[in-house]
């Protein structure tokens, strides 16, 4: 069974920082891409960062971009993201997704973990 679990949100002020860690089993780890999104109440999923097999290509949305760290272990099967300076506008649930870009809407996912950032 195809296993995803995140962890590592929560409250946190603008400018703060948190990392995200997802756990995964159930599949060979090292054979994927893996994905990282965010959704807002109403709104869609949107990805923030996909990175590749075996690390070396990490890429970014925009919104993102010089502010959030994906990285992976593959000894681990897991997979990490680092939120730094930290918007209002980050504010959302976050999910790992097994594989990358394309399919990520529909492609598996774990549970979630809440990333709410307030003064």
């Known amino acids: 069974e195809v296993q995803l679990v995140e962890s590592g949100g929560g409250l946190v002020q603008p400018g703060g920082s948190l990392n995200l860690s997802c756990a995964t089993s159930g599949f060979t780890f090292s054979l994927y891409s893996m994905t990282w999104a965010r959704q807002t109440p109403g709104e869609g999923l949107e990805w923030v960062s996909v990175?590749?097999?075996?690390?070396?290509?990490?890429t970014y949305a925009d919104s993102v971009k010089g502010r959030f760290t994906v990285s992976r272990d593959n000894a681990k099967n897991t997979v990490y993201l680092q939120l730094n300076s930290l918007k209002t506008e980050d504010t959302a649930m976050y999910y790992c997704?097994?594989?990358?870009?394309?399919?990520?809407?529909?492609?598996?996912r774990g549970q979630g973990t809440q990333v709410t950032v307030s003064p």
């Open positions: 997704v097994r594989g990358g870009i394309v399919g990520y809407r529909t492609n598996a």
């Open positions: 990175i590749n097999k075996d690390g070396t290509y990490p």
